[in-house]
């Protein structure tokens, strides 16, 4: 069974990225996850106000910015 990744485990790989801009494949890579299991933790970071969306690239990948 799949472990539960929680907001707290996404905003800890983000910070941990280094990175102004992240990408949910670059949290479940820090991870070692696939991106579907970020799906609860990252809502539940946006809603929260711990994460924003900043923009949507050219291959319509979302981009996210830690806001604390």
Do not use: S, Y
Not at 42 to 52: D, K, M, S, T, Y
Request: hydrophobic share 30%; glycine share 10%; charged share 35%.
């Amino acid at each position: 069974m799949a472990e539960t990744i929680t907001a707290e485990q996404i905003v800890g790989a983000a910070r941990e990225l280094g990175q102004e801009e992240f990408t949910r494949g670059d949290v479940a890579a820090k991870l070692g996850v696939e991106k579907p299991e970020l799906k609860k933790g990252f809502r539940q970071a946006i809603q929260n106000g711990r994460l924003e969306k900043t923009r949507d690239d050219e291959e319509n990948t979302g981009h996210f910015r830690l806001t604390e």
